[in-house]
């Protein structure tokens, strides 16, 4: 379905390099493959080894701030299906799951998890068009302001 090379080289010509795969912080995988199907664990935003950012979206965390580590946790869950699968193997997002650490008050959820949507976009167009949730929660592991999730269709 997909040319080879054809997400790879996206990410080149968008001047993106995935990251390693965040090593799990507990018992699971990052990603596994069932059917034609890949399910990326929650991925909070870390950045060569170390959580970016800590605290609530809408207290310590602005939603603009929030929004970039939400496009980071995406970038972490696309290096998890690399890794299993091979990036060039993706047919289509599926559903986007985002979960926003949230100050009390604070509903700009959607916002923050466009940061995660909108690169999906700008990489697959409109094969990264996807169902989604985007759920405010009282605290996230390691007190990460924003965890994103990933379902992608495979060849």
């Not at 054809?6 to 059917?35: F, H, K």
């Not at 609530?56 to 972490?76: F, M, P």
């Not at 193997?89 to 559903?95: D, E, F, G, L």
């Amino acid at each position: 379905m997909s040319d080879m090379g054809r997400w790879t080289d996206r990410l080149a010509e968008l001047g993106i390099e995935l990251p390693g795969v965040v090593t799990p912080l507990a018992a699971y995988v990052p990603a596994l493959r069932s059917g034609s199907h890949v399910y990326t664990s929650g991925q909070v935003p870390m950045v060569a080894g170390e959580l970016a950012a800590a605290g609530k979206v809408g207290a310590e965390i602005s939603a603009e701030d929030a929004k970039q580590h939400a496009r980071t946790c995406a970038l972490n869950a696309l290096a998890a299906v690399d890794s299993l699968v091979g990036l060039d193997s993706v047919v289509r997002v599926v559903k986007v799951v985002g979960f926003v650490a949230s100050a009390e008050g604070f509903t700009g959820q959607p916002g923050v998890i466009n940061g995660a949507s909108e690169l999906l976009g700008e990489i697959f167009g409109d094969a990264g068009r996807h169902a989604r949730s985007a759920v405010g929660v009282a605290e996230l592991p390691l007190g990460a302001p924003v965890e994103v999730e990933l379902i992608v269709e495979v060849e």
